[in-house]
């Protein structure tokens, strides 16, 4: 940016020169002009809204007719178009990409869930709106938009630039008071479900044995582990394949306070990543795991989503960042 | 003294504006060449007919964007790279006859000289892409200086074919020699040499079979990734630059330069370029991406021996021609 104070300053002895403002003016106009008709996005999509955007910027609609094109490098590219849902993990993405821009830069909100979060605004992972994240000029409502509506939003913000005007928004209504739970306060009262699984139960320190010798029968491969949560206990099930006979086999595991089971890795590679899956979600412990990190949330992210006693519908809610991290993420600009 | 100046700077200040004409206009034509092959419409509603003032507006968003330089790069280098690339590209139109009756500095060895300055270019691509300080833009340019360094032999062979049939290597020389026939008419070694060419024209000025430099699926844009502004302007604009020298280049030696069939004049050598771009550009648009190993075989395997072949026939014929007319 630069001195401020200064450059205004020099703007200021300019001014007074006879005719500035009409030259000023004019080439104001002029840049203005050629700022609206060439916004080079950035190649960026998030989820099901990306796809109506490429629709958008291919043969029917054409974007490239507004002298739109995209650029993979955020240097050069002009307009970010927020297309689908901003999880937590992504938010922070979005914030670089953002501040990688070359100013001046503007912002589309495109599809109701970068807009408010939409119907994933209550879920653990979702920023319910990207306007608590980065300024946003233009919001295009839809689920996702149609092109046409993309188009008008497009114009929209043409008519911004063309006019000088610059609206970035923060979200600016008042943040709201926060509860703060500890996530050992929240508690939910215990339902009764009932187990249904009918397949082979086997006792969890059998597990390494019992694997190893379905191995040897030609079960190499391990088509899927996954937990079920039935409030008392956790069940593990493992489904094996054999691909030469052709047969399938399903056993489980239930776990019941100590949530510690060996791990599969060293017998199946596939299990690696599957496992690490079932700590994020549910807190498995796999001893013997080689790399036992959260996959899908961040690092330093409370709790583990699909446990029953995980409060998923507060919006207070004690986990996710709140309204007033971010807004300390946004000064710190 | 200001006289003399005047008459040095002139006719290059008429040079580079019309050829910074030509070469906004050729960005243009590519998008909507590019629209009309996906069915599109292209360039539209900036400017009256057909999007006409799309290039202007380019400039201009670019001229006011922020520059921005990498943290922890080599500044000097960094603003250095693409003045280089431009000065270079534009540098080696002084040899080419393709504005005024004369080309700007007419030596004998002109299209030696020619493919001496325009070699230069991975210079100035390499330390851009090195002082980026970015992981693909250092990826990109070592494929790239590969690349060209190793396209640059059969380019420079499949052009000694020609001069060798002339006998010269001065562009005058070469034009003058086609008024009758053009070099792609002659039997077997015209259209060996003009195939060798053409593909490593396509490799020299980064176009789709081999623009591995600028793979945005693997390198977002290859070794114009940290460059932002009027900076990524003069890579866009010099390596659009730079392309059409090969193209006016292909029409001097093969398509006979101003050698029409109705009339002789220069400007037919900006016409013949500009189709030649077209088909390039044709190419650009239809063809896929093919990888790096691959380029290199082929470059090495096929393209490098085939051209000494035509070279070594090239100079049995002249020999055998001089040999029996004596």
Redesign the interface.
């Given at each position: 940016m630069g001195d401020v104070n200064k450059s205004l300053k020099d703007i200021g002895t300019f001014m007074k020169l006879p005719g500035a403002n009409l030259f000023i003016t004019s080439t104001d106009q002029l840049f203005n002009w050629a700022k609206k008709s060439s916004l080079w996005p950035l190649s960026f999509g998030l989820a099901c809204c990306a796809i109506e955007m490429m629709a958008t910027f291919s043969s029917r609609y054409d974007l490239d007719r507004l002298g739109m094109i995209t650029r993979a490098s955020p240097r050069q590219a002009d307009l970010m178009i927020v297309a689908g849902t901003v999880t937590v993990k992504m938010a922070e993405r979005i914030k670089t990409l953002y501040d990688q821009m070359a100013g001046p830069k503007w912002v589309i909100a495109a599809g109701s869930c970068a807009i408010s979060g939409d119907h994933y605004r209550h879920i653990y992972s979702v920023v319910p709106g990207v306007d608590w994240v980065i300024p946003v000029d233009v919001y295009v409502p839809g689920c996702p938009p149609t092109p046409e509506a993309f188009i008008d939003g497009i114009l929209e913000l043409q008519n911004i630039i063309g006019e000088g005007k610059t609206s970035p928004t923060f979200n600016s209504s008042p943040v709201p008071e926060e509860k703060t739970l500890s996530p050992l306060e929240v508690t939910k009262p215990p339902k009764k479900s009932k187990n249904v699984i009918e397949s082979e139960f086997i006792d969890k320190t059998n597990l390494i044995n019992h694997s190893m010798d379905l191995k040897s029968q030609g079960f190499t491969y391990l088509k899927f582990i996954t937990a079920t949560d039935f409030d008392t206990n956790i069940v593990l099930t493992y489904f094996l394949g054999n691909n030469v006979s052709n047969k399938e086999v399903e056993f489980n595991i239930k776990l019941d306070d100590d949530m510690k089971v060996s791990s599969l890795s060293n017998i199946y590679s596939g299990a690696d990543w599957q496992e690490r899956e079932i700590f994020d979600l549910f807190g498995i412990i796999f001893e013997g795991h080689p790399n036992l990190k959260r996959i899908m949330m961040p690092d330093e992210w409370i709790g583990h989503p699909l446990r029953k006693e995980y409060v998923m519908d507060s919006h207070y809610y004690p986990y996710r960042p709140t309204r007033k991290e971010y807004e300390k993420w946004k000064t710190e600009l | 003294m200001f006289n003399s100046f005047i008459e040095f700077a002139l006719p290059i200040f008429k040079t580079i504006s019309i050829l910074i004409l030509i070469v906004a206009y050729l960005v243009w034509l590519e998008?909507k060449v590019a629209?009309k092959m996906?069915?599109?419409?292209?360039?539209?509603?900036?400017g009256y007919p057909h999007?006409w003032?799309?290039p202007?507006?380019?400039?201009?968003?670019l001229m006011?964007?922020?520059?921005?330089i990498p943290k922890n790069s080599d500044s000097l280098l960094f603003n250095l790279g693409p003045v280089w690339i431009m000065v270079v590209s534009l540098a080696s139109f002084a040899l080419l006859p393709f504005y005024f009756n004369n080309p700007m500095l007419n030596v004998d060895l002109s299209f030696m000289l020619f493919i001496a300055i325009s070699s230069l270019i991975i210079i100035g691509i390499f330390i851009s892409g090195w002082s980026s300080n970015n992981k693909y833009a250092l990826i990109s340019v070592l494929r790239m200086t590969a690349q060209i360094i190793s396209y640059e032999i059969p380019l420079v062979i499949s052009l000694l074919i020609p001069c060798i049939l002339i006998g010269s290597l001065s562009f005058g020389e070469i034009i003058r020699y086609q008024e009758d026939t053009w070099i792609i008419f002659y039997p077997l070694l015209g259209q060996l040499s003009f195939i060798i060419f053409f593909i490593s024209a396509l490799a020299e000025g980064n176009r789709i079979p081999f623009d591995l430099s600028e793979a945005?699926s693997e390198l977002?844009?290859g070794y114009?990734?940290?460059?932002?502004?009027i900076k990524?302007a003069l890579f866009y604009l010099a390596e659009y630059v730079h392309l059409f020298g090969i193209c006016v280049l292909g029409s001097i030696i093969f398509f006979g330069g101003s050698n029409g069939p109705f009339f002789s004049s220069n400007i037919l050598i900006v016409i013949k370029a500009l189709l030649f771009f077209t088909l390039i550009l044709f190419i650009r648009w239809s063809f896929f991406r093919i990888r790096i190993d691959q380029l290199l075989k082929f470059n090495w395997v096929k393209l490098i021996p085939l051209s000494f072949a035509g070279l070594l026939l090239a100079c049995l014929l002249k020999y055998y021609m001089d040999f029996s007319s004596l």
């Open positions: - | 998008r629209a996906q069915s599109r419409v292209g360039p539209y509603s900036v999007g003032l799309q202007l507006a380019d400039a201009l968003k006011t964007k922020d520059d921005s945005e977002i844009s114009t990734t940290e460059y932002s502004g990524f």
